[in-house]
């Protein structure tokens, strides 16, 4: 986590996406919003259903040629009061969501709409806050201070509390049904873990087993308007499971008395981090649900994604690659580890492993999604052009296709290349890498929008990895789309886990 950690990159300061580009042509953005009511409707239906993710967006570029056009995005009405927007597709265009300067993030965590303040216990929290607003400054330094106080407690709180009970459930559900469901594993592991990362306490040490599925509960109901094909898995169709997740707000009260156990939890292991909060002039009940957002949606949300994505990843790229990090990892700890584990020195030595981790949130971001407001009127510039944006527009990133450019990444942009970020020529493609709603090159601040735990999650990322491959030669997995965006992931295994287990 140190301020240090691209120390190497600092001749090479990269500079700010929107400042070059002379001469090029100014155009009109094309693209339009349609019949109101009516055409939010067809988009909503054609991204959701008829299209999907990618072939909306990639048909709208094909239709301008543009990578910069008018849309309506999700979800649209009654839920959205204007679902008008101005997409940003490229790699030229879309750090203009990160320049604070021209645009306000304001309400716009979750885009055109934004879930009611009851699930937050009636507060807009840090992450609905724009860098202007006074208490953005209060909550977010109180979240890097303690994310500081908890620095010397992550690794060993991740081998004993995510590790150890993760690999040893893997075991003992493939002994005896031949395969694990990762996903639901990592569900129930994953919020423990934090809960001893960050307060010495997680919810099992303190009689709160099974917070998570209340932690779900409340995910979901901020998180609906932004699924599709979850009821239709039921048989219900289509055109009913969008009227039922898209068209009005799930009511709060369905989470109350689970938030109230949340509450409860944070408010009592959490005591010594809201402590913290106070020195920062903030009261100890704003802390608390800032707190249960920032771990439960930002870091629990983002891992249920995460961990399964790494291992989809890896799954898919075959026993040589698992060769090579298992290889890797195992001599980085032989020379630079303790007692046989890992340490922050050896995982420093792990280019392969770290390379991994930044392709995976480079080509599946966690949170696909970023938006802005336009603050005053401003030229946007693309690859190609430069358009102008006018006060209150609000601009709209689909971020995997922003981080695929293939005029940055090449012609295998859209491939996964686990050497990517290998060396220094890799390494000055780490600009690019935006999952963090800023580039991995740049340390978050109060004054930006960039996550908070930023470096927390790619070393919790790097620290998976190592202590996979610590214990496995290779795996399989058999994958399917899940509810949360992530990938349903079951791995085959066999052989003994201290002898290094082979997937087969």
Known sequence: MSSTRYAWLQKEKPQPEQQAPLLLPTK???????????????DRLDY??????????????DQ???????????????????PRVIAVLDAK?????????????????????????????????????????????????????????RKDYLLPAFRS???????????????????????DLNNDIAFDFLGKAYFGKSPSDVGAAGLQKKVTIWLLLQLAPLASNVLTKLHVPKLVEDFLLHTFALPSFI??????SMYDYFNTAGSAALDLAEKVGLSRDEACHNLIFATSFNTYGGLRVLFPGLLTRLAQSGRDLHGRLATEVRQAVASHGENGQVTLGALEQMELAKSVVYEVLRIDPPVEFQY???????????????????KGEMLFGYQPFATRDTRVFGANAGEFVPDRFVG????KLLRYVWWSNGPETEEPTVNDKQCAGKNFVVLVARLFVAEFFLNYDSFTAEISGSLVGSQDLRAYTSGDVVNHGQVS
């Open 93 to 149: 265009s879309f750090p203009i969501l990160f320049d604070t300067s021209k645009v306000e993030k304001k309400d716009v965590f979750t885009g055109t709409y934004m879930p009611s303040t009851k699930l937050t216990g009636g507060y807009r929290v840090c992450s609905y806050l724009d860098p202007s607003e006074p208490s953005h400054t209060k909550v977010k330094q109180f979240l890097f201070n303690l994310l500081k106080s």
């Open 48 to 61: 959701y259903y008829f299209k999907g993710h990618d072939k909306f967006f990639q048909s709208k570029i």
């Open 64 to 82: 301008y040629s543009s990578t910069v056009f008018r849309t309506n995005m999700i979800p649209g009405p009654f839920m959205a009061s204007d």
């Open 255 to 260: 989470a109350k008395p689970g938030y109230k």
């Open 161 to 183: 509390a995510y590790a150890a009970p993760i690999f040893s459930s893997v075991e003992t559900q493939v002994a005896s049904h031949g395969q694990a469901n990762f996903n």
């Open 28 to 42: 009109e953005i094309p693209g339009s919003y349609g019949i109101p009511f009516i055409s939010p409707i067809k």
């Open 372 to 390: 802005a407001h336009a603050k005053k009127d401003f030229l946007l510039q693309s690859h190609d052009a430069q358009f102008q944006v006018r």
């Open 424 to 427: 220094p020529d890799g390494a």
